[in-house]
């Protein structure tokens, strides 16, 4: 197996255990982001900035 097979595997993993850690529900994951963008002090999930200030490549202006 290559490098790039592993990492591949690693993030596919951390999907999978995240989304069994939720119920692979997207209401459950999504409240527990926001929980925890309120403790940690960063913006981890806007569900309104969705199109919001996005450049014409697709990438967010911060």
């Known amino acids: 197996m290559n490098m790039k097979d592993e990492v591949l595997q690693e993030v596919w993993k ?5 989304g069994a850690r939720h119920n692979y529900d997207v209401h459950r994951l ?4 926001q929980a925890k963008e309120g403790t940690s002090g960063h913006a981890i999930l ?4 969705r199109g919001k200030d996005r450049r014409s490549d697709g990438s ?3």
Do not use: G, N, P
């Not at 999504?30 to 982001?33: G, H, I, K, R, S």
């Not at 806007?46 to 900035?49: F, I, P």
């Open 60 to 62: 967010v202006r911060h």
């Open 14 to 18: 951390a999907k999978d255990d995240l």
């Open 30 to 33: 999504a409240e527990a982001l």
């Open 46 to 49: 806007d569900l309104h900035a």
